[in-house]
């Protein structure tokens, strides 16, 4: 009876304040993964992000982006606005004594989760402009629970940050209030998208397929003032940036403009439907077949009321199918505008065939497959430590002050990991071992230029350990092993599944010479 009473409660709560039962579901899966989705998801998330940011608090310049670094020769094409925040964080954290790397990252997690739950609210509003409450409350409880969110949600990755932004300006674009100064409408819309463009440059096209689609609607004084809106950011946050760095504006962006013409098949490669079928999957089928059909059923039935959801969705996502350099994480913004839309057609599209009105079995089992799935993928990616052996090693070696140099031995293959050094604490050389650099030119590399051998050894990953482990105690006999540090289970998943995805064994050795005594 008791849990009869509970249910019966969630159901009053779900028929009388869905968007309120909605908000705390989606702080709840948040909060588990801002506590236990440790690590980085990508390279681009930290390597770019976290690393840049705090060793510009500490003096140091680690991808040698700003002038005067060893090694730089102008911009290099980056975003600095948004490393810049994680900066002034750092040097917020650094000025209270606060120099805990896992301690610091909860912190930097859960500000980012505070940021998504702008797409949680203003999604089920903008799902409720367009259809009623029904749809509203399934676009809500997927914004809030599909099972990518929250890992993304946290994750330092500018394509997840820059969507609020975009969701934000669109909704205040699709405000049909009759009494809106037009002017001051469209010009906090423009301030709004700006930002999502000072996040992520690729939002332009996205912004772009906005003005069009105001033009197409006849709302010109908007579409003009959305723009002014967007200057304005872009050259605030970014031009101002450029000027007082390298002294002209826009010096990162058309650096990266030029860098993207000219390396674009440098990268992964993929078929123009590639990120279709992304999209198929990471929505889980049939419900994202449904969502996908009611994306464009909404368009055609009702052009105006959905123009400027499916026009600038549309853009970018034709931008990006044609441009070669294809990866997943770059259609990830779309994915919560296909939610809203796609639920809002749907749904519409239900209420008028005849098909599924007698087939309401049908739609509760797709709806039921979903959800099962959904939650199982849910509970394992936001609980899983993304990156685990690489942070916990450099964690674990944090504890030996004064590190001069750390060698990663991976003769498997011609490259290495980088380190996170973010989380040793310390920014310390590194020298490697692979199938093109053997350890004995590296034992000579270290006798010419008079250097100390490193304090540690890496081994990425258990494959021919054995034999790797002699070459190297050949050429440099002091080390003795210290620990191993395992991946965790997602990362072992998608080694097993890909061995691109580097999630190995990191096997540590010590220097005797350098380190005498194992620190517990």
């Not at 197409?216 to 050259?235: D, H, S």
């Not at 279709?276 to 929505?283: E, R, T």
């Not at 001069?404 to 490259?415: A, F, L």
């Not at 650099?437 to 000579?444: L, M, Y």
Request: with cysteine; proline share 4%; glycine share 8%.
């Amino acid at each position: 009876m008791r849990a009869h009473g509970i249910v019966a409660r969630i159901y009053k709560e779900w028929e009388d304040h869905p968007l309120r039962l909605i908000i705390i579901l989606a702080i709840i899966v948040r909060l588990i993964a801002v506590f236990f989705s440790k690590g980085f998801g990508w390279f681009d998330d930290h390597f770019l992000i976290i690393e840049a940011s705090q060793s510009w608090v500490d003096g140091f310049d680690y991808n040698k982006w700003l002038p005067g670094s060893e090694g730089n020769t102008g911009p290099t094409g980056h975003n600095l606005f948004y490393t810049g925040i994680h900066y002034i964080i750092f040097k917020f954290f650094s000025y209270l004594g606060f120099d805990n790397p896992q301690g610091k990252m909860y912190i930097i997690r859960l500000l980012h989760a505070g940021l998504s739950m702008i797409v949680v609210i203003l999604g089920y509003k903008l799902t409720m402009k367009l259809s009623g409450k029904k749809a509203a409350g399934i676009a809500g409880l997927m914004l809030a629970l599909l099972w990518l969110f929250p890992f993304i949600s946290v994750r330092n990755l500018v394509e997840s940050t820059c969507v609020p932004f975009l969701l934000w300006g669109t909704y205040l674009l699709m405000n049909d209030d009759k009494k809106r100064n037009l002017f001051l409408h469209g010009l906090l819309a423009g301030l709004i998208l700006g930002m999502a463009f000072c996040m992520r440059f690729q939002s332009m096209v996205y912004i772009g397929g906005i003005g069009l689609a105001l033009l197409m609607l006849g709302r010109w004084k908007e579409a003009i003032t959305t723009g002014v809106g967007v200057v304005i950011t872009a050259f605030l946050l970014l031009g101002t940036i450029d000027i007082y760095i390298w002294g002209y504006p826009f010096a990162e962006l058309l650096e990266y403009i030029s860098y993207n013409m000219h390396s674009y098949a440098e990268y992964t490669t993929g078929p123009w439907y590639q990120y279709l079928i992304v999209l198929s999957l990471v929505l889980i089928p049939p419900i994202s077949l449904f969502l996908l059909y009611g994306f464009f059923y909404g368009f055609i039935k009702d052009w105006k009321k959905y123009l400027l959801i499916f026009l600038p969705v549309m853009l970018f996502l034709v931008f990006h199918s044609y441009y070669p350099n294809k990866q997943e994480r770059f259609i990830l913004p779309l994915v919560p505008f296909i939610i809203i839309a796609g639920t809002a057609g749907w749904i519409f599209f239900q209420q008028h065939s005849g098909f599924w009105r007698k087939r309401e079995r049908l739609n509760q089992f797709s709806w039921g497959f979903f959800w099962v799935i959904n939650i199982i993928f849910l509970l394992l990616i936001s609980t899983t430590y993304s990156k685990r052996a690489r942070v916990e090693t450099m964690t674990y070696l944090s504890k030996y002050p004064g590190i001069d140099n750390i060698m990663v031995e991976n003769s498997n293959k011609s490259g290495i990991n980088l380190l996170p050094m973010f989380y040793l604490g310390q920014w310390v050389g590194y020298s490697e071992i692979t199938n093109v650099r053997p350890a004995s030119d590296v034992a000579d590399w270290y006798n010419e230029n008079h250097l100390v051998e490193p304090d540690f050894i890496i081994f990425e990953g258990e494959n021919n350990i054995e034999n790797r482990l002699s070459d190297v105690q050949k050429e440099f006999p002091d080390f003795v092993y210290e620990a191993t540090i395992s991946p965790g289970l997602i990362d072992r998943i998608l080694f097993w599944l890909n061995p691109i995805n580097e999630n190995q064994n990191a096997y540590i050795y010590r220097n005797t010479q350098q380190h005498p005594h194992k620190i517990e």
